[in-house]
């Protein structure tokens, strides 16, 4: 697969090393000349030195031949326009921008690139889980980073101990997927009943985790 | 009319105080409160609407310095990309007719023009057909 990278910092370099090393062609697009001359020198690819966002530099890279343009330099804005000039005046099928602001990860998507990657939102979330508690664990994360599958340690005191799952509360968007119980594997189902040290698997919306967390009185002591 | 005004450089300002003469409201939004100076300099005329410092390309601070109560939108600052993102805000979220965007590369002036129905205003082309109709009179 041929792919453009706009931007050439930490981001676009350490991208493209992972391409090349999976065999995919790589183009770079920087506009700070010494960055050009070391990112020519370690990765031997073409680097065009210019900006991204400029149908010349654009046309230069040949960006009509590649099958994926991805924008990562560290303005939004760029990534976006970027992502619209490769997309409509060059015909790439798959776009992909990086969002510095998360709350620009829905805007750019509603404005036309396919794929958005944040990662201030998502190391965010990896701290935040990380610092919260240590009785939930998570497994993977899941649709771009905005839902997770989840391990949850129940404690000697879980205050809805012995009751059946259907008249435990469950807010926000949630699945109980399994339960380990010592050795045994239990699917839920709504009579199942949760005890202390059940280890369970929870599929959750992220931003409604902590809903659960709270109903459950999990949220830290 | 309400015009929301995006930028405030030296064609931004300009524009502001012609508008303000012929009677027009003004909202303004401006990433750096230096430029901001720029409406105090003019010796004839001062500053009427409202100023909002922050980034034109959120769309909660373009909803704060008012783009769903006014007619028309005109991104005139010196970047194009933010100008371009700031237009497609305007016109595909706030659903807004009137939107006129500063574009320098002229490229991108005629694909934001036919893709994306904004209206794209180029200064390099203006000023290049300014040269040459001066020199080939």
Known sequence: MKVCIAGGGKVGMYLAQSLLAHRHKVTIIEPQEMLCRSLADSLDIPVICGDAVSFDTMRTADVASCDAFVAVTGADEDNLVACQIAKREFGVDRTVARASNPKNRELLHTLGVDTVVCGTDNLSHILEREIETDTIRQLLSLGGGTASLNEILLPENFQFAGQAVKDIPMPGDAILVCITRDAEFIIPHGNTTLLPWDRILCLTQDDTLHLLMDAWGLSGK | ?137
């Open chain 2, 1 to 137: 009319m309400n015009i929301l005004v995006i930028g405030c450089d030296q064609v931004g300002a300009s524009l502001i105080r012609d508008l303000e003469h012929i009677g027009h409201d003004i909202s303004l939004v401006e990433k750096d409160p230096e430029q901001l100076k720029r409406l105090d300099a003019f010796d004839d005329y001062c500053f009427g609407g409202t100023a909002l410092v922050g980034d034109p390309t959120d769309p909660d601070v373009l909803r704060r310095a008012g783009v769903e109560n006014c007619d028309a939108v005109a991104a005139v600052s010196e970047d194009d990309s933010v100008n371009l993102m700031a237009a497609q805000i305007a016109r595909s979220i706030f659903r807004k007719e009137k939107v006129i965007c500063r574009v320098s590369d002229p490229h991108l002036q005629v694909l934001y023009h036919k893709a994306y129905e904004i209206e794209t205003i180029c200064p390099t082309v203006l000023t290049e057909q300014s040269v040459f109709r001066a020199l080939a009179k």
